[in-house]
């Protein structure tokens, strides 16, 4: 007579994660590349990201946007990069901050890094940025 085999637990359990949001992306940018200052290329990604967590709508003022401008305006005028703002200082907790947060999606992804990229000088986004970072989670999310 053979025993009866334990229940195998389900796997996909373990692997059911929740999507990645606009404002975790936010924050892992302020992670992977919060030493380096930011540059007007930085705060047009912020500027669609947060809009794009907002469904479309303008973001309220003061939000992280602006304070993105405002720091990459700063950041122009600065003699020297240990006077100048860092992406750390304004995405450090962007979850937070955000008043409407959401999935990343692929659309959400091109919209910001059409955003980044009409600023920089360079053809592709800033490794690790805010750009870069949306289109991983985008490709993650897509998985799920």
Known sequence: MSQAQPPKPHMDKYFDLEPITIGEVLETAAVSVGDAPIESSDADAIQAAERRASCGDEGESGGLGDTAQAAASFNATAAQNVHKINISDVLTNAASKLPHDKAVTCEDAEAVKGAELRGRLETVVRPGG???????????????
């Open 130 to 144: 805010v750009a870069d970072m949306m289109s991983k989670a985008a490709k993650v999310n897509l998985q799920d």
